[in-house]
């Protein structure tokens, strides 16, 4: 069985950096595309970033870039999100999501998702 589990989300104030997981399990990551996407309270899910399989192309969005560096370690079968200068803005559930043949921003494109870790940034 296929199974994403994210990790590593909390409260931190602004400024500060936090480092989230994304664990596999029922399959090897490297082999598939993996996307971080957030969503706040009454708002819609956002692609955050990503990470393409073979040649680990990334993508982030605007507001992220600079801050947030995506990388995969696949010999724990994991990829991580590490998350640096971190405004009130970014507080959302974040989800990590998987696809065998698409990658980039558009959560439509994943087929398989985490439960979501929450972030939380706030003085």
């Known amino acids: 069985q296929l199974q994403l589990v994210e990790s590593g989300g909390g409260f931190v104030q602004p400024?500060?950096?936090l480092?989230?997981?994304c664990a596999a399990?029922?399959?090897t990551l490297?082999?598939?595309h993996i996307g971080w996407f957030r969503q706040a309270p009454g708002k819609e899910r956002e692609g955050v970033s990503s990470i393409s399989t073979r040649v680990g192309s990334?993508?982030?969005v605007d507001s992220v870039k600079g801050r947030f560096t995506i990388s995969r370690d696949n010999a724990k079968n994991t990829v991580y999100l590490?998350?640096?200068s971190l405004v009130p803005e970014d507080t959302a559930v974040y989800?990590?999501?998987a696809d065998r043949w698409r990658a980039g921003l558009n959560r439509l494109s994943y087929n398989y998702w985490g439960q979501g870790t929450q972030v939380t940034v706030s003085s």
């Open 15 to 17: 400024g500060g950096s």
């Open 19 to 21: 480092r989230l997981s």
């Open 25 to 27: 399990s029922g399959f």
């Open 30 to 32: 490297a082999n598939y």
């Open 58 to 60: 990334t993508v982030y």
């Open 82 to 84: 590490q998350m640096n």
């Open 95 to 97: 989800y990590c999501a």
